[in-house]
């Protein structure tokens, strides 16, 4: 299984960014998807997750309101769009495929990471 994501960058506080991250070597459909972020000297955080078929979202609370996960089946890739961004929202985000299918909220129910794309945040 490969995850590459991509789209971060540099933004200024109140802007938006979307995240995509496309997956390869699993039936993608099958399986819930997440994302989490990990800011310098933090440990990895859950931010957002989404079931297989798109139908059931989960998010942190920090995010809740501003970030929308989603996912294009055909397209194998899952996108998470940030708007209102803060300058505490900035970390590396990470996409990541669940050991099982069912939507998950921490990393250890995650097997398989894609390389991190960084998102700045200026004030």
């Known amino acids: 299984v490969q995850l590459q994501a991509s789209g971060g960058g540099l933004v200024q506080a109140g802007g938006s960014l979307r995240l995509s991250c496309v997956v390869s070597?699993?039936?993608?459909?099958?399986?819930?998807m997440g994302w989490f972020r990990q800011a310098p000297g933090k440990e990895r955080e859950f931010v957002a997750t989404i079931s297989g078929s798109g139908s059931s979202t989960y998010y942190a609370d920090s995010v809740k309101g501003r970030f929308t996960i989603s996912r294009d089946n055909a397209k194998n890739t899952v996108y998470l769009q940030m708007n209102s961004l803060k300058p505490e929202d900035t970390a590396v985000y990470y996409c990541a495929c669940p050991w099982g299918t069912s939507i998950a909220t921490r990393p250890h129910e995650y097997g398989y990471w894609g390389q991190g794309t960084l998102v700045t945040v200026s004030s």
């Open positions: 070597g699993r039936t993608f459909s099958r399986y819930a």
